[in-house]
């Protein structure tokens, strides 16, 4: 084996380790254990048909070849995609930095002090800029966060509107197409209909629940659009506004002018186009719409002991609670990249942001100039950054195209042969100079060089932004690159991620994020490319997609991929649309019962209520076995409407079950399909597949299974695989052929997240098929062996047939509760003590906790974890034998901050070194807790959702 075989890196236990292991878990060979894991009638008979694992060396001349058949040109197209200059010191400490991009959603807020700090900083400053109350911390993309809107605005419709069946939406013509498409999308399953058409042909009859608009419009154009909010108004009509979030700093923002929504993408502050993504949308509503409002909100609230701290708020909307009445069905968002326009807010400042956005304008308006002086006719009355011509006579412009390209530019091109262009915050004098040759030479007409910077056009006054914004502190003390780093690196002390320690989340598959396949993602042939310029531009993208595409058919035995969705719930969505779209096709779109179990994730149900489908439950056994006698009869029962049945594989109890097989014969005999929710696809790579038990669509959760990070709650990328019979139906793009033909776009960007592809790309040609299936045994090896180490103080609440557990396994901690007051919610805070974020709660059974080690692990961290979860049982007994206080203990007033443990006055029953040191290990790599316990209630009950308000300060001061 080479010294650079890059299998060897990824994977944790050593050799010898794996044999101890396998003495330890009772098994003399990982095949033995595998036999008993995994059912033999769904184990592939022969090793997965991919290419041998490359060397991370090879590995990085492979993907430096594909990056150079990539063409970086000068881009200005717009349409929601503009180039900007990432800052380095958030390119370095931030989108390289692992602390960032290996944390997890910040469910355990005390370890994710720094990551909500940040959130908090974009929330505040998207409200700030777009003039409205709240804020959520991102969402997928520009086009999905418009269908939100749109679901937003028919749930807030008034009870007379829900009775009488109001359901018409208007949609100005003059928005991006994408988000078009995805509107249409969202519109149909929910009895939505949508009236795409003029703004000047709106109608505000009593059908209409909401209006969509766009700040600047798709042309370019800046619109007054006060006349129009006051009419629906009138009519108890609610507008949502995409609006660009640049544009903002110097036109007067919607919340002035009474929009009820404002959304859009926050990518040109600083996030790379990365030819389509991943960027974060923003969300802003008007607080009174609070409860209504999709996604993740951060929220202010204090610790136990009256500090300020931070944390979710108001989750009781969200999918995890709700389900199928969830408000909407956002899990993994786009936490990093709304994590790097926050902070390009903080470094820039409302001063910095408006300098910006004055220079594209002013860069803008004197094209408009010159560009008119050689002969064109510039369309768009007022604008903001980009401008629409009309091309003399004797021009046409497939010239200027071919000029362009000669000149290595990208033009917009409208369909009536009118040209666009939008200028960004990298345009700078020289390419302004080209931009002129380009239509000059056109026009056969002369043009000067430009020598200085155009400056001092102003915005009409009628649009003209007269209010501060960006007041607050954190975006007016950072200047110096010094000061910048420092800020970045006191929130990132805050947390807790996997440079630390393992963190063992069930579901959530959190194993190594490599660094050979992140580098890529800082090269500018993967970030600097706008996802609508010509495929030619982008051959190294399209040979990593397609190679991809393949690979990914081949681990799950499935026909074709689509890469589109962006997390696995977009997955779950954009599936189940599939699959309509398949029963529809054969004249069966009645089809709307999907079959889900009750230990289903609590985005299953929530994605199924999106595609216009009826949920039933169906039970699992009292072995966590989803019930195959209620799944036949259910199926049966509702023979003539069946449309699907969802299942995760192994399931969240963490057990293969046996009858998989069996369950899917049944479901297609009574005309269902399957859909299998892939997040537990690093139990199957390389030993089984979704084909193989019968399956005939599934996600995949990149950001599991493939090696992205989690970047703190997003990006993800959920793509989904079908079986031949479905490929026909995968989604489309109305602007860029991206291979299929099917239903309509269910992202803004044709290959969605394009540019982190490139590292589940990387992942499996570093791993090959040996090790991609070695990853799976020794996943499954390393849970079995926490499993042992566990079952004893604890409990294993599901095993398998044979004793054996999958890749995760759910820890009982109920009983815990009668016999000493202890919560699995102490537990987990406990843990923190210990250096470790806490294992999967309450998920997908109450009171448990889920761990998955992921192979990644090694045997030392493992049985640093076992030893810690083993001394909280210790503590524990102390409680319950009356050693320790029930109420006073290490367990209830965990986690320990250093402020507590250090403070002059301790008056606890225990001492300081138990509460901050509890084994001698934890001496080496203390991880100190910035907050003590945070309360959630406090926080929903006093909601303040940006930061250095004046409320805050007022709420902080009061109980
Ligand atoms: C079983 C299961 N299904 C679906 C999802 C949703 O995936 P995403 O967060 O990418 O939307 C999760 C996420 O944790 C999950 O564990």
New binding site residues.
């Given amino acids: 084996m080479s010294h650079d075989n890059f299998v060897n890196r990824h994977i944790g236990p050593r050799k010898n380790e794996i044999a101890e292991m396998l003495e330890a878990v009772g098994v003399s060979s990982i095949e033995e254990l595998i036999e008993q894991t995994i059912p033999s009638n769904i184990r592939f008979k022969k090793p997965l048909k991919l290419q041998e694992g490359l060397s991370e060396r090879k590995y990085y001349r492979k993907i430096l070849s594909l990056a150079a058949k990539n063409k970086v040109f000068n881009t200005y197209i717009g349409m929601g995609y503009y180039d900007t200059i990432t800052p380095a010191v958030i390119l370095r400490n931030v989108l390289e930095n692992p602390v960032w991009y290996t944390s997890y959603t910040p469910y355990q807020a005390e370890i994710s002090q720094g990551r909500l700090e940040a959130l908090l900083n974009f929330q505040t400053m998207v409200c700030e800029l777009t003039g409205m109350e709240i804020a959520n911390a991102s969402l997928l993309d520009e086009a999905t966060a418009a269908a939100e809107a749109m679901v937003m605005m028919m749930n807030l419709r008034s009870r007379k509107m829900v009775k009488s069946r109001v359901n018409v939406v208007l949609v100005d013509e003059k928005m991006w197409p994408q988000t078009h498409d995805v509107l249409r999308t969202r519109a149909v399953p929910l009895g939505i209909e949508l009236k795409i058409q003029p703004k000047e042909e709106f109608d505000f009859t009593e059908e209409v629940f909401g209006v969509l608009i766009q700040y600047p419009n798709s042309d370019g154009e800046v619109v007054d659009y006060s006349g129009l909010v006051e009419k629906a108004h009138d009519r108890e009509i609610k507008v949502a506004v995409a609006a660009d979030l640049l544009s903002l700093a110097i036109l007067i923002p919607p919340g002035e002018w009474g929009a009820d929504i404002v959304f859009g993408s926050s990518q040109r502050f600083g996030v790379p186009m990365g030819y389509g993504g991943p960027h974060a949308a923003f969300f802003t509503a008007k607080e009174e719409f609070k409860r209504s409002m999709p996604g993740r909100i951060i929220g202010v609230t204090k610790d136990v002991h009256g500090n300020r701290a931070l944390r979710m708020a108001l989750q009781t909307r969200e999918q995890h609670i709700k389900r199928e009445k969830a408000t909407s069905n956002i899990?993994?968002a786009q936490a990093l990249l709304a994590t790097m326009a926050g902070f390009f807010g903080v470094y820039q400042g409302p001063e910095g942001i408006k300098m910006i956005a004055e220079r594209v304008h002013d860069i803008a308006a004197f094209l408009a100039l010159e560009i008119e002086k050689l002969g064109y006719k510039q369309l768009n009355l007022n604008f903001f950054d980009t401008i629409r011509f009309a091309l003399p006579k004797h021009v046409k412009h497939e010239d200027i195209e071919w000029l362009s390209h000669e000149l290595e530019m990208n033009f917009r091109y409208f369909e009536n042969g009118e040209v666009g262009i939008s200028i960004d915050e990298t345009t700078n004098r020289e390419d302004i100079s080209w931009i002129l040759e380009v239509f000059a030479k056109a026009a056969n007409k002369r043009w000067q060089v430009i020598h200085e910077y155009p400056k001092g056009f102003k915005i009409n006054k009628r649009f003209a932004r007269k209010s501060a914004f960006m007041t607050q502190e954190v975006f007016n003390k950072y200047r110096s690159e010094t000061e910048m780093l420092r800020y970045i690196k006191k929130l990132e002390h805050k947390d807790i991620s996997l440079t630390h320690s393992m963190i063992s989340l069930g579901?959530?598959t959190m194993k190594l994020n490599a660094a050979t396949e992140m580098l890529p993602l800082s090269w500018i042939e993967f970030n600097g490319i706008h996802p609508f310029v010509p495929k030619n531009q982008a051959r190294g993208y399209h040979e990593m997609m397609e190679e991809l595409r393949r690979d990914l058919s081949t681990i799950t035995g499935m026909a074709d991929v689509s890469l589109m969705p962006n997390?696995?719930?977009?997955g779950?969505y954009a599936g189940l649309m599939v699959i309509h779209a398949y029963h529809k096709s054969r004249g069966e779109g009645n089809r709307n019962i999907v079959l889900i179990p009750s230990s289903a994730?609590g985005?299953?149900p929530a994605s199924a209520v999106m595609a216009g489908l009826k949920v039933v439950v169906v039970a699992c056994d009292e072995k966590g076995n989803i019930d195959l006698e209620d799944v036949r009869k259910k199926a049966e029962e509702h023979k003539d409407s069946l449309s699907a049945l969802m299942v995760?594989y192994p399931s969240?109890h963490g057990v293969f079950e046996s009858s998989i097989v069996e369950m899917c014969e049944v479901i297609h005999q009574f005309g269902g399909q399957v859909y299998m929710?892939g997040?537990?696809m690093n139990a199957q790579v390389g030993l089984t597949s979704p084909k193989n038990i019968g399956a005939d669509v599934c996600h995949l959760?990149l950001?599991k299974t493939f090696a992205i990070p989690h970047g703190g709650g997003g990006p993800?990328v959920?793509p989904i695989a079908v079986a031949e019979h479905l490929v026909e139906f995968l989604p489309s793009h109305p602007i860029m052929n991206n291979g299929h033909i099917g239903i309509n776009a269910v992202a803004a960007a044709p290959w969605g997240s394009a540019s982190v592809l490139t590292i589940t790309y990387g992942y499996i040609k570093m791993m090959g098929a040996q090790g991609l299936t070695e990853a799976t045994e020794i996943a499954i090896l390393n849970a079995n062996y926490i499993a042992k180490a566990l079952e004893k103080n604890f409990g294993i609440l599901y095993t398998g047939e044979n004793g054996r557990i999958a890749h995760e396994m759910i820890l009982e901690c109920r009983h815990f509760r009668a016999t000493s007051g202890i919560t699995e919610e102490d537990i987990a805070k406990r843990l923190m003590d210990y250096g470790f974020h806490a294992p999967t709660l309450s998920f997908p059974v109450h009171g448990t906790l889920m761990i998955e080690p992921t192979e990644s692990e090694s045997k030392g961290e493992l049985d640093r974890f076992i030893d810690a979860l083993n001394s909280i049982f210790d503590e524990i007994k102390a409680i319950e034998i009356g050693d320790s206080d029930k109420e006073d203990n290490v367990l209830k007033n965990a986690p320990h901050t250093a402020e507590v443990v250090s403070a002059d006055k301790w008056e606890h029953a225990y001492s300081r070194q138990k509460a901050a040191y509890p084994l001698e290990w934890i001496k080496e790599n203390k991880f100190w807790v910035p907050v003590g316990r945070v309360d959630n209630a406090w926080g929903d009950r006093h909601l303040i959702c940006t930061c250095g308000s004046p409320e805050e300060y007022e709420l902080m001061s009061q109980d």
């Fill in positions: 899990c993994t579901s959530c997390s696995g719930a977009a779950e994730h985005t299953n995760t969240t929710d997040a537990n959760n950001h993800g959920g």
